[in-house]
């Protein structure tokens, strides 16, 4: 294994807010989850691990690139300040994972169990979570830019100060989401469902909503909704 540089991030979309696909080639080596423990700052390149369990690492700047998760259980894992680009997370279980100060580029989590997932202060550019249980999952302070978050449970997820740009929440559950510090402009919510969010007024304007969810916010505005 390498020590793992960081790469330059490449430039801005023009046309649309959908994220760029993680580039994976044809041919990965496969990898025993189990047969590895993580070093700070290794790099794990062109690999893919399969239906195992990474369990008690701690490590700090690792690296990985191009690599396929496959059904595999994180647990008690923290791997601040990690890098991953072209990476893919199918059905994987993130639950308490910490990865604070993480940079993402081009990845995917698809059908994974992301319960109370600490991704604090993190880079994210093109970035998909599709069908995902993300409820209480940590994004606290993160910038993220098309990032899309798609058919998943982010009941209580925090982005309090996150920084969201040209990004998506599709036909997802929000409730009690904490927003609180986060400029939601242009961010459509009109085809997710929550009760309430944790907004203020300022960080709510330019948000696209449906009729209906107004009554979610009805308190910043000092109104009372008579049925």
């Known amino acids: 294994m390498a020590n793992y540089k960081p790469k330059s991030k490449e430039k801005d979309k023009d046309k649309n807010n959908a994220p760029d696909a993680p580039r994976i080639p044809n041919q990965l080596d496969t990898l025993t989850v189990s047969d590895y423990e993580i070093q700070d700052k290794q790099l794990f390149e062109n690999a893919r691990f399969e ?5 008690n690492q701690n490590a700090d700047k690792v690296g990985f690139d191009r690599v396929v998760f496959d059904h595999v259980l994180f647990d008690q894992v923290s791997l601040e300040r990690v890098e991953l680009t072209d990476v893919v997370f199918d059905g994987c279980d993130l639950s308490n994972v910490n990865f604070r100060d993480a940079i993402l580029h081009r990845v995917e989590f698809n059908h994974c169990k992301m319960l109370g997932f600490d991704l604090s202060n993190a880079t994210m550019r093109n970035v998909k979570f599709d069908e995902c249980n993300g409820q209480y999952s940590v994004y606290r302070f993160a910038d ?3 990032v899309s ?3 998943s449970n982010f009941d209580k997820a925090d982005f309090y100060e996150a ?3 040209r990004s998506e929440f599709a036909k997802s559950d929000l409730d009690q989401a904490q927003f609180v510090g986060a400029n939601l402009a242009g961010i459509d919510l009109s085809s997710c469902e929550f009760q309430a969010l944790g907004v203020t007024l300022e960080g709510l304007q330019g948000c696209i909503v449906r009729s209906d969810q107004i009554r979610s916010f009805s308190h910043l505005l000092g109104v009372v909704i008579k049925e």
């Not at 239906?51 to 369990?55: F, T, Y």
């Open 51 to 55: 239906q195992g369990a990474i369990s």
């Open 163 to 165: 920084t969201i740009v």
């Open 144 to 146: 993220l830019k098309f």
């Open 149 to 151: 978050v798609s058919g």
